[in-house]
């Protein structure tokens, strides 16, 4: 790359996203290559790599990080190894963090979805045999583990043996009488020899070697007689311990020589996939997307500068191409021209460097040879040049490099010089490149490249447009129009007096005049068209919503309609057999009855029972339909206090008594009284004509059943007070399940005990609304007529 193509991406702030880049890889190395990383100029290339970002990205938001932050350079070392070196256990370690590191990147990788990065996780080779190994017998940077060989464990054995039996002796003397001796009562190490410091005048007390002596004199560290022999045991042992672990060190140091290719190649693919892994993660930090690539143009919509807050950024549609290959930028002074331009060179280099683009996924960006640019003020007081000659100096070499494969982006083309000559150059400068095949983008405030572009073909204007009435700028890029000054207006609200404002005016010629005006009433209808092009598409959407609803609403309607016969039918059967549960319940209570009661007249009962039958067969021919399967019943409002439902598993209905504090329901169904969660039952709300007169009829043969089944009175007399008292409670359940409203209780006058007891009962019971002693003709005190709940 030339030094132009250099110095315009440290212009156009490349190196700032690269770190970025860098910050999001795992590798010493992975960070070196993203700092190095440069644009790619071949379209296959480009999309190779944006294709390996994009299957990063994805890997990334399934599967997570792959984890590759214990990978560390290891080419020295295996090559120092293969030299017949020995590796130290830091070293070991890393190597077979490498290992480790490619094993669970293969298992991350493994998948039978075929990506572009997937021959990267297969080309991988772990080693588990020379891993394991290596960590089994290494268990800290400076310690490797008795069972890294047998011979190593039986050394340390007798080592930690012959320590115990030198203790055992050193502390049997401190122990003893000698300890008066003694400096301090403990056990030290002078030169790898167990001591005990004795005062110096006791030196001569504790036979033995003295193998250091305090700073003060005051103490002797002496190794007594009898630890001589073990220390000397222990010091042998060391030694041995010591050539153990050499010779570990090289034969574990011997098998990475052996595997050193594949190792290396495990590095580099690691290092390989961190890099693409940071593009991805970066991506995902920028909200970034894949873009389309092109050799003819450039299309950006919804393009935010990368380095700009992505909440507070404007989003742009940028275009660069096709119908044009030429892009004059017009508008005030930081109105964002100058970030535009950036925009598109940086998006340009970050695509060609495979990272995604901080733009819609619609993109497309044009594969360039290189992207030149001069942007900012380069005056040099050192070399003596003018800001107009800086520039100039840029330019220069600028057309020099420039071809049909180049993108070059001016920023405020022909300043620093006399207006009328610097827009005259301008304009030849921009056909000059444009002679040469090269796309420009370029930013300026003079009135004739306006004019220059809306009467050449190939050159479009484009404006930043500016809020004269807050007097800021909205960073907003409009394409096709060309941008106003508006120093007058912006002048007018600072303040400055309209005289001084109508005298300026008067000095600028009428072809200017005529100009600005013509600018302005261009501003004022591309706003009023944006207006009503944004009113036109809510109402559009709006339309939408609105027209998917009502055919959602209309299919749902015809399906309803088409099951609303079938679902009443099922809703009657249901309601049928219920009734029918009923009959043979109370029939079989009938039946319990009769053993008890052989007045009751029996041919009545099974008139009534035909009866219910009866009419039990003509509500279900009245349903008409087939019997099947009912469906699951349609979702309904939460149930309130008065509602009926029906227990959806059960099929029965109940009357909704209470709604509790944690939204169970209180329920009476028939003569129960049970609890019930909201979603175990369903409002029942209306029913069709079959079903009122389904149960119209049921309801009638119930009456019809339970009338006849359920006797009206009880005879007490001859009972005792216990006995007529559970004879009552037994018939008042009889009664209640018969629905009867009023009974009688005989129980004769007598002494009157057995009426006190049975009045007394029926005070407590909950089945009694009230009782009155019978009158004349019923009975009068010899009977208790009873109305129940």
Not at 200 to 214: F, M, Q, R, T
Not at 559 to 584: G, L, N, T, Y
Not at 677 to 687: L, T
């Amino acid at each position: 790359m030339t030094d132009l193509f250099e110095k315009s991406m440290i212009t156009l702030e490349l190196p700032r996203v690269l770190e970025q880049l860098s910050a999001c890889a795992a590798t010493q190395e992975g960070k070196e290559k993203a700092l190095q990383l440069r644009p790619m100029t071949d379209l296959d290339d480009v999309q190779r790599a944006q294709e390996e970002t994009s299957a990063a990205v994805k890997m990334l938001v399934l599967r997570g990080n792959p984890g590759l932050s214990g990978v560390k350079p290891v080419g020295a070392i295996l090559h120092r190894a293969d030299m017949g070196g020995s590796l130290n256990t830091r070293e070991l370690l890393e190597v077979a963090a490498v290992l480790r590191c490619a094993r669970t990147a293969k298992e991350y990788g493994d998948s039978e979805e075929k990506t572009p990065i997937s021959h990267l996780f297969h080309a991988l080779t772990p080693n588990r045999f020379l891993e394991d190994t290596i960590t089994n017998s290494i268990v800290g940077e400076d310690e490797l583990a008795d069972s890294a060989s047998s011979e190593l464990a039986s050394i340390r054995r007798h080592m930690r043996a012959t320590e115990a039996k030198v203790r055992d002796i050193l502390q049997k003397l401190i122990s003893s009488n000698q300890s008066k001796y003694l400096q301090e009562s403990i056990i030290t190490i002078r030169s790898d020899r167990y001591v005990v410091p004795v005062k110096s005048e006791h030196k001569n007390a504790i036979p033995g070697l003295v193998h250091d002596v305090s700073a003060s004199g005051s103490t002797f560290f002496i190794e007594p007689m009898g630890v001589v022999k073990a220390n000397n045991e222990l010091r042998e042992l060391l030694a041995k311990e010591k050539k153990e672990i050499e010779r570990i060190l090289a034969e574990l140091s011997a098998q990475c020589a052996a595997h050193k290719e594949d190792i290396l190649e495990d590095y580099q693919l690691l290092v390989w996939l961190d890099s693409i892994f940071a593009r991805g993660q970066l991506s995902l930090k920028m909200e970034g997307s894949q873009p389309k690539l092109s050799d003819k143009y450039l299309r950006l919509r919804k393009a935010r500068h990368p380095l700009l807050d992505k909440k507070k950024a404007v989003a742009n549609d940028l275009e660069l191409g096709g119908t044009f290959d030429t892009l004059m930028i017009t508008g005030p002074n930081t109105g964002g021209k100058t970030v535009t331009l950036k925009t598109i060179g940086l998006i340009t280099l970050m695509a060609q460097c495979g990272l995604h683009i901080p733009a819609g996924a619609d993109s497309t960006v044009r594969v360039f040879d290189r992207v030149l640019s001069d942007i900012g003020d380069e005056q040099s007081i050192a070399q003596s040049l003018s800001t107009f000659s800086s520039h100039m100096t840029n330019i220069v070499g600028i057309l020099e490099e420039a071809d049909d494969r180049t993108l070059i982006l001016l920023d405020e083309l022909g300043a620093g010089t006399d207006p009328v000559e610097g827009a005259a150059l301008a304009a030849a400068i921009i056909d000059s490149a444009r002679g040469l095949g090269a796309a420009v983008a370029a930013t300026t405030h003079y009135a004739e490249l306006k004019v220059y572009a809306m009467t050449t073909p190939g050159v479009e204007n484009a404006s930043c447009e500016f809020n004269v009435e807050t007097l800021a700028p909205t960073y907003r890029l409009i394409l096709g129009i060309p941008g106003k000054s508006n120093a007058f207006a912006i002048s007018r609200r600072l303040g400055l007096p309209e005289y001084i404002i109508e005298k300026a005016a008067a000095r600028l010629d009428a072809e200017n005049v005529r100009f600005e005006d013509v600018l302005t009433r261009l501003d004022q209808q591309r706003q009023e068209m944006e207006a009503e092009r944004a009113e036109a598409k809510r109402l559009k959407l709006e339309m939408e919503q609105s027209a998917s609803k009502a055919r959602e609403y209309r299919e749902k309607l015809e399906a309803e309609r088409a099951k609303v016969v079938e679902k009443a039918q099922a809703e009657a059967r249901a309601i049928i057999e219920e009734a029918r549960a009923a009959s043979d319940l109370a029939l079989n209570e009938l039946k319990e009855i009769k053993k008890r009661q052989d007045k009751l007249d029996w041919q009545k009962v099974n008139d009534s029972r035909a009866e219910a039958r009866r009419l039990l067969n003509e509500a279900e021919r009245n349903i008409g339909g087939s019997a099947q399967e009912p469906e699951a019943p349609p979702p309904t409002r939460d149930a309130v206090a008065g509602d009926t439902v029906e227990l959806v598993k059960m099929g029965t209905k109940a009357t909704v008594l209470s709604v509790n504090k944690d939204g169970t329901l209180q329920l009476q169904a028939g003569i129960l009284k049970i609890s019930a969660k909201q979603s175990e039952v369903r409002v029942v709300e209306g029913e069709t004509e079959a079903q009122k007169t389904a149960r119209k009829i049921i309801q009638r043969a119930e009456r019809t059943i339970r009338t006849a089944a359920v006797p009206s009175e009880i005879d007490l007399r001859g009972m005792m007070t216990d006995e007529a008292v559970m004879a009552v409670e037994r018939f008042l359940d009889t009664a209640m399940m018969g629905k009867l409203e009023t009974v009688t209780i005989i129980h004769g006058k007598g002494t009157g005990a057995v009426r006190n007891a049975v009045r007394s009962y029926l005070k407590r019971s909950r089945y009694v609304k009230a009782f009155r002693p019978g009158r004349y003709g019923e009975g009068e005190d010899g009977v208790t007529v009873v109305t129940l709940k």
